[in-house]
Protein backbone atom coordinates (compact mmCIF):
# COMPACT_ATOMS: atom_id res chain seq x y z
CA UNK A 1 0.00 0.00 0.00
CA UNK A 2 1.59 3.57 -0.54
CA UNK A 3 1.93 6.08 1.82
CA UNK A 4 -0.06 9.52 0.80
CA UNK A 5 -0.11 12.40 2.71
CA UNK A 6 -2.32 15.50 3.04
CA UNK A 7 -2.23 18.49 4.90
CA UNK A 8 -1.46 22.53 5.81
CA UNK A 9 1.35 23.98 7.50
CA UNK A 10 2.87 26.86 8.61
CA UNK A 11 4.36 27.65 5.17
CA UNK A 12 1.09 26.90 3.16
CA UNK A 13 -1.74 28.59 5.52
CA UNK A 14 -2.02 30.95 8.00
CA UNK A 15 -3.19 30.75 11.74
CA UNK A 16 -6.58 31.56 10.65
CA UNK A 17 -6.59 28.89 8.16
CA UNK A 18 -4.61 26.21 9.95
CA UNK A 19 -6.97 26.92 13.37
CA UNK A 20 -9.70 25.77 11.67
CA UNK A 21 -8.76 22.34 10.42
CA UNK A 22 -7.02 21.55 14.17
CA UNK A 23 -7.82 18.22 16.11
CA UNK A 24 -8.03 17.79 19.77
CA UNK A 25 -6.51 14.51 20.82
CA UNK A 26 -9.74 13.34 21.69
CA UNK A 27 -11.30 13.49 18.43
CA UNK A 28 -8.41 11.59 16.79
CA UNK A 29 -9.06 7.81 16.84
CA UNK A 30 -12.42 8.39 16.24
CA UNK A 31 -11.74 10.45 12.90
CA UNK A 32 -9.18 7.55 11.97
CA UNK A 33 -12.23 4.95 12.72
CA UNK A 34 -14.16 6.96 10.38
CA UNK A 35 -12.24 7.08 7.77
CA UNK A 36 -11.32 3.75 7.89
CA UNK A 37 -14.74 2.47 8.01
CA UNK A 38 -15.81 4.86 4.77
CA UNK A 39 -12.43 3.28 3.03
CA UNK A 40 -10.64 6.18 2.70
CA UNK A 41 -7.76 4.77 4.13
CA UNK A 42 -6.43 1.18 5.81
CA UNK A 43 -3.93 2.70 7.80
CA UNK A 44 -3.42 6.51 9.11
CA UNK A 45 -2.08 9.35 11.67
CA UNK A 46 -3.40 12.32 12.59
CA UNK A 47 -0.65 15.09 13.32
CA UNK A 48 -2.25 18.21 14.73
CA UNK A 49 -0.09 20.84 16.56
CA UNK A 50 -0.03 25.07 16.22
CA UNK A 51 1.96 24.48 12.81
CA UNK A 52 0.88 21.70 10.77
CA UNK A 53 -2.49 19.17 10.47
CA UNK A 54 -1.42 16.51 8.68
CA UNK A 55 -3.22 12.70 7.81
CA UNK A 56 -0.34 10.34 6.95
CA UNK A 57 -2.24 7.14 5.57
CA UNK A 58 -1.40 4.03 3.62
CA UNK A 59 -4.14 3.16 1.07
CA UNK A 60 -5.07 1.05 -1.81
CA UNK A 61 -6.08 1.30 -4.85
CA UNK A 62 -5.22 5.05 -7.25
CA UNK A 63 -3.00 7.64 -4.52
CA UNK A 64 -4.66 10.68 -6.57
CA UNK A 65 -8.27 9.88 -6.27
CA UNK A 66 -7.35 8.66 -2.75
CA UNK A 67 -5.55 12.56 -1.76
CA UNK A 68 -8.65 14.44 -3.03
CA UNK A 69 -11.05 12.32 -1.25
CA UNK A 70 -8.76 12.60 1.72
CA UNK A 71 -8.95 16.74 1.11
CA UNK A 72 -12.89 16.55 0.85
CA UNK A 73 -13.08 14.80 3.80
CA UNK A 74 -11.06 17.29 5.86
CA UNK A 75 -12.31 19.91 4.69
CA UNK A 76 -16.27 18.29 5.49
CA UNK A 77 -15.22 17.18 8.72
CA UNK A 78 -14.19 20.52 9.81
CA UNK A 79 -16.81 22.39 7.90
CA UNK A 80 -14.41 24.45 5.84
CA UNK A 81 -16.62 26.05 3.02
CA UNK A 82 -14.12 28.55 1.00
CA UNK A 83 -11.85 27.75 -1.57
CA UNK A 84 -8.47 26.32 -0.92
CA UNK A 85 -5.61 26.25 -3.42
CA UNK A 86 -2.23 26.11 -2.58
CA UNK A 87 -2.76 26.10 1.39
CA UNK A 88 -3.33 22.23 1.19
CA UNK A 89 -1.07 19.83 -0.08
CA UNK A 90 -1.62 16.00 -0.96
CA UNK A 91 2.15 13.93 -1.88
CA UNK A 92 2.49 10.66 -2.68
CA UNK A 93 5.40 8.11 -3.03
CA UNK A 94 8.42 9.02 -2.82
CA UNK A 95 8.08 12.70 -1.32
CA UNK A 96 5.21 11.54 1.22
CA UNK A 97 7.89 9.47 2.88
CA UNK A 98 10.94 12.18 2.07
CA UNK A 99 8.27 14.06 3.95
CA UNK A 100 7.51 12.40 7.52
CA UNK A 101 11.23 11.75 7.40
CA UNK A 102 11.62 15.83 7.01
CA UNK A 103 8.82 16.65 9.59
CA UNK A 104 10.84 13.89 12.30
CA UNK A 105 13.79 15.38 11.71
CA UNK A 106 13.04 19.30 12.23
CA UNK A 107 13.58 20.49 8.24
CA UNK A 108 9.65 21.32 7.46
CA UNK A 109 9.09 23.48 10.78
CA UNK A 110 9.36 27.26 11.10
CA UNK A 111 12.79 26.77 13.39
CA UNK A 112 14.63 24.69 11.51
CA UNK A 113 16.28 21.67 13.62
CA UNK A 114 14.03 22.24 16.61
CA UNK A 115 13.12 18.57 18.21
CA UNK A 116 9.65 19.64 20.12
CA UNK A 117 8.05 18.15 16.30
CA UNK A 118 9.41 15.04 16.70
CA UNK A 119 7.63 14.36 20.19
CA UNK A 120 4.58 15.90 18.81
CA UNK A 121 4.74 12.82 15.71
CA UNK A 122 5.68 10.09 18.23
CA UNK A 123 2.73 11.41 20.14
CA UNK A 124 0.49 11.47 17.29
CA UNK A 125 1.79 7.82 15.53
CA UNK A 126 1.17 6.26 19.31
CA UNK A 127 -2.51 7.38 19.78
CA UNK A 128 -3.08 5.94 16.32
CA UNK A 129 -0.81 3.04 17.28
CA UNK A 130 -2.54 2.29 20.62
CA UNK A 131 -6.33 2.14 18.66
CA UNK A 132 -5.36 -0.21 16.22
CA UNK A 133 -5.15 2.43 13.30
CA UNK A 134 -1.77 1.37 11.65
CA UNK A 135 -0.33 -1.25 10.56
CA UNK A 136 2.99 -2.88 9.16
CA UNK A 137 2.93 -0.07 6.39
CA UNK A 138 2.29 3.14 8.81
CA UNK A 139 4.67 1.30 11.81
CA UNK A 140 7.74 0.80 9.37
CA UNK A 141 7.33 4.19 7.75
CA UNK A 142 7.03 5.60 11.36
CA UNK A 143 10.05 3.57 13.16
CA UNK A 144 12.15 4.44 10.31
CA UNK A 145 11.50 8.44 10.65
CA UNK A 146 12.21 8.29 14.21
CA UNK A 147 15.70 6.56 13.27
CA UNK A 148 16.61 8.84 10.78
CA UNK A 149 15.89 11.83 13.44
CA UNK A 150 18.43 9.54 15.68
CA UNK A 151 20.99 9.15 12.97
CA UNK A 152 20.85 13.11 11.90
CA UNK A 153 20.72 14.55 15.42
CA UNK A 154 24.04 12.54 16.44
CA UNK A 155 25.47 12.99 12.63
CA UNK A 156 25.27 16.86 11.73
CA UNK A 157 24.75 19.94 13.35
CA UNK A 158 20.99 21.05 12.46
CA UNK A 159 19.94 21.47 16.00
CA UNK A 160 23.13 23.55 17.10
CA UNK A 161 22.38 27.16 18.30
CA UNK A 162 19.32 28.87 19.32
CA UNK A 163 17.55 30.47 16.13
CA UNK A 164 14.96 32.94 18.44
CA UNK A 165 15.21 36.09 20.24
CA UNK A 166 13.79 34.49 23.37
CA UNK A 167 15.97 31.06 22.75
CA UNK A 168 19.55 33.14 22.51
CA UNK A 169 18.23 35.54 26.10
CA UNK A 170 17.96 32.00 27.68
CA UNK A 171 21.19 30.65 26.40
CA UNK A 172 23.12 33.51 27.47
CA UNK A 173 21.79 33.31 30.74
CA UNK A 174 23.02 29.66 31.39
CA UNK A 175 26.53 30.82 30.48
CA UNK A 176 26.10 33.74 32.78
CA UNK A 177 24.74 32.11 35.46
CA UNK A 178 25.45 28.56 34.82
CA UNK A 179 21.68 27.70 35.86
CA UNK A 180 19.17 29.45 35.99
CA UNK A 181 17.27 27.56 39.02
CA UNK A 182 15.86 30.01 41.76
CA UNK A 183 17.10 32.72 39.28
CA UNK A 184 14.85 36.24 39.95
CA UNK A 185 13.80 37.50 36.69
CA UNK A 186 11.83 41.11 36.04
CA UNK A 187 9.99 42.11 32.87
CA UNK A 188 9.44 45.91 32.66
CA UNK A 189 7.29 46.40 29.85
CA UNK A 190 4.52 43.88 28.68
CA UNK A 191 5.62 43.25 24.62
CA UNK A 192 5.17 40.01 22.89
CA UNK A 193 8.59 39.21 22.61
CA UNK A 194 9.47 39.94 26.36
CA UNK A 195 6.81 37.67 27.35
CA UNK A 196 7.96 34.88 25.29
CA UNK A 197 11.53 35.53 26.78
CA UNK A 198 10.05 35.85 30.24
CA UNK A 199 8.05 31.90 29.28
CA UNK A 200 11.81 30.40 27.75
CA UNK A 201 12.90 31.53 31.11
CA UNK A 202 10.59 29.83 33.22
CA UNK A 203 11.04 26.81 31.20
CA UNK A 204 14.46 26.27 31.96
CA UNK A 205 13.96 26.76 35.86
CA UNK A 206 13.78 30.58 37.05
CA UNK A 207 12.13 31.11 40.36
CA UNK A 208 9.11 33.62 39.96
CA UNK A 209 8.67 36.62 37.42
CA UNK A 210 8.14 40.39 38.60
CA UNK A 211 5.89 42.16 35.99
CA UNK A 212 6.44 46.18 35.85
CA UNK A 213 4.08 47.70 33.33
CA UNK A 214 3.07 51.45 32.51
CA UNK A 215 -0.90 49.93 32.56
CA UNK A 216 -0.67 48.06 36.21
CA UNK A 217 -3.94 45.95 34.56
CA UNK A 218 -1.92 44.79 31.33
CA UNK A 219 0.86 43.92 34.23
CA UNK A 220 -1.39 42.00 36.61
CA UNK A 221 -3.10 40.02 33.68
CA UNK A 222 0.76 39.29 32.71
CA UNK A 223 1.82 38.39 35.76
CA UNK A 224 -0.74 36.38 36.47
CA UNK A 225 -0.30 34.22 33.36
CA UNK A 226 3.52 33.98 34.24
CA UNK A 227 2.52 32.94 37.89
CA UNK A 228 4.42 35.87 38.85
CA UNK A 229 3.54 39.20 40.83
CA UNK A 230 2.39 42.66 39.34
CA UNK A 231 4.05 46.18 40.57
CA UNK A 232 3.27 49.67 39.80
CA UNK A 233 6.01 51.28 36.91
CA UNK A 234 7.22 53.69 39.20
CA UNK A 235 8.47 50.54 41.51
CA UNK A 236 10.49 48.95 39.50
CA UNK A 237 13.91 49.89 40.31
CA UNK A 238 13.43 49.11 44.21
CA UNK A 239 13.50 45.83 43.08
CA UNK A 240 16.83 45.36 41.67
CA UNK A 241 18.85 44.20 44.97
CA UNK A 242 17.03 40.86 44.36
CA UNK A 243 16.95 40.45 40.22
CA UNK A 244 19.10 38.50 38.49
CA UNK A 245 17.53 39.31 35.55
CA UNK A 246 15.61 42.22 33.55
CA UNK A 247 13.92 42.05 30.35
CA UNK A 248 12.99 45.41 28.99
CA UNK A 249 10.89 46.38 26.63
CA UNK A 250 8.81 49.67 27.37
CA UNK A 251 8.02 52.21 24.81
CA UNK A 252 9.33 54.73 26.59
CA UNK A 253 11.46 57.02 23.78
CA UNK A 254 14.69 58.13 25.87
CA UNK A 255 16.71 55.27 28.21
CA UNK A 256 14.70 54.13 31.36
CA UNK A 257 17.84 53.12 32.63
CA UNK A 258 21.60 54.63 32.36
CA UNK A 259 24.77 54.25 33.79
CA UNK A 260 24.05 56.49 36.96
CA UNK A 261 21.24 54.99 38.31
CA UNK A 262 22.20 51.47 37.61
CA UNK A 263 25.31 52.45 39.61
CA UNK A 264 22.94 53.27 42.55
CA UNK A 265 20.46 50.27 41.69
CA UNK A 266 23.72 47.83 42.33
CA UNK A 267 25.15 48.88 45.33
CA UNK A 268 23.87 46.55 47.90
CA UNK A 269 24.00 43.87 45.24
CA UNK A 270 27.39 42.58 46.43
CA UNK A 271 29.33 41.60 42.89
CA UNK A 272 26.35 39.60 41.95
CA UNK A 273 25.77 38.97 38.25
CA UNK A 274 23.05 41.10 36.29
CA UNK A 275 21.63 40.17 32.93
CA UNK A 276 20.00 42.99 31.01
CA UNK A 277 17.68 42.41 28.24
CA UNK A 278 16.95 45.05 25.93
CA UNK A 279 14.51 44.15 23.65
CA UNK A 280 12.95 47.74 22.79
CA UNK A 281 13.02 50.15 19.86
CA UNK A 282 14.34 52.65 20.78
CA UNK A 283 16.59 51.08 23.19
CA UNK A 284 15.85 51.50 26.87
CA UNK A 285 18.88 50.91 28.34
CA UNK A 286 21.68 52.94 27.86
CA UNK A 287 25.16 51.01 26.41
CA UNK A 288 27.42 52.71 29.11
CA UNK A 289 25.80 50.13 31.62
CA UNK A 290 27.92 47.38 29.96
CA UNK A 291 31.10 48.98 31.38
CA UNK A 292 30.11 47.96 34.88
CA UNK A 293 31.34 44.95 36.56
CA UNK A 294 29.32 42.21 36.70
CA UNK A 295 26.80 43.78 34.45
CA UNK A 296 26.08 42.04 30.76
CA UNK A 297 23.59 43.92 28.50
CA UNK A 298 22.75 42.71 25.11
CA UNK A 299 20.29 44.15 23.02
CA UNK A 300 17.87 43.19 20.31
CA UNK A 301 20.56 43.40 17.93
CA UNK A 302 22.86 41.65 19.33
CA UNK A 303 20.10 39.22 20.23
CA UNK A 304 19.34 39.03 16.72
CA UNK A 305 22.74 38.54 15.44
CA UNK A 306 23.55 35.55 17.43
CA UNK A 307 20.01 34.14 16.23
CA UNK A 308 21.12 34.68 12.57
CA UNK A 309 24.55 32.71 13.47
CA UNK A 310 22.62 30.11 14.82
CA UNK A 311 20.37 30.15 11.81
CA UNK A 312 23.17 29.88 8.94
CA UNK A 313 25.28 27.32 10.74
CA UNK A 314 21.54 25.38 10.46
CA UNK A 315 21.15 26.16 6.93
CA UNK A 316 24.88 25.16 5.95
CA UNK A 317 23.77 21.28 7.47
CA UNK A 318 20.58 21.25 5.27
CA UNK A 319 22.45 19.67 2.26
CA UNK A 320 23.67 16.61 4.67
CA UNK A 321 20.30 16.22 6.04
CA UNK A 322 18.63 16.34 2.70
CA UNK A 323 21.21 13.24 1.87
CA UNK A 324 20.76 11.27 4.57
CA UNK A 325 16.76 11.80 4.20
CA UNK A 326 16.89 10.67 0.20
CA UNK A 327 19.02 7.88 1.19
CA UNK A 328 16.81 6.51 3.79
CA UNK A 329 13.78 6.89 1.92
CA UNK A 330 15.13 5.62 -1.09
CA UNK A 331 15.87 2.02 1.01
CA UNK A 332 12.68 2.06 3.07
CA UNK A 333 10.71 2.24 -0.41
CA UNK A 334 12.76 -0.72 -2.19
CA UNK A 335 11.96 -2.59 0.69
CA UNK A 336 8.62 -1.93 0.42
CA UNK A 337 8.56 -2.25 -3.34
CA UNK A 338 10.44 -5.98 -2.90
CA UNK A 339 8.02 -7.21 -0.82
CA UNK A 340 4.58 -5.84 -2.31
CA UNK A 341 6.17 -7.24 -5.72
CA UNK A 342 4.57 -4.94 -7.90
CA UNK A 343 5.65 -0.88 -8.99
CA UNK A 344 4.78 2.00 -6.86
CA UNK A 345 1.62 4.30 -7.66
CA UNK A 346 2.36 7.40 -9.51
CA UNK A 347 3.30 10.61 -7.77
CA UNK A 348 0.08 12.45 -6.95
CA UNK A 349 -0.26 15.56 -8.84
CA UNK A 350 -3.99 16.89 -8.50
CA UNK A 351 -2.42 19.48 -6.62
CA UNK A 352 0.33 21.61 -7.82
CA UNK A 353 1.84 21.67 -4.49
CA UNK A 354 3.70 18.33 -4.35
CA UNK A 355 5.38 18.95 -1.29
CA UNK A 356 4.91 21.65 1.27
CA UNK A 357 8.05 24.24 1.89
CA UNK A 358 10.65 23.76 4.07
Same mark, same amino acid.
Given at each position: ?109 ? !? ?74 ? !? ?67 ? !? ?23 ? *? ?17 ? *? ?58
Amino acid at each position: MPIVVIGLNHQTAPITVRERFAFADSLVPETLARMKSEGLIQEGVILSTCNRVEIYAATEGNPVEAGKKLVQFLTNFHSYEEVLTDEIYSIGEPLSVQHLFKVACGLDSM !VLGETEILGQLKKAYDLALQHKHTGLRLNKAFQRAFNVAKQIRTETNIQRGNTSVASVAVELAEKIFNTLQDRQVM !VVGAGETSEKTARALLGRGARSIIVSNRSFDRAEVLAKELGGRAIPFEDWAAEFDLIDIVISSTSAPHY !VLDRPKLELLIRNRRGRPLLLVDIA *VPRDIDPEVNMLDNVYLYN *VDDLQSIADESLKQRQDEIKKCLAIIESKSKAFLQVGRFQRQFDPFPLITFNPLLSPRA
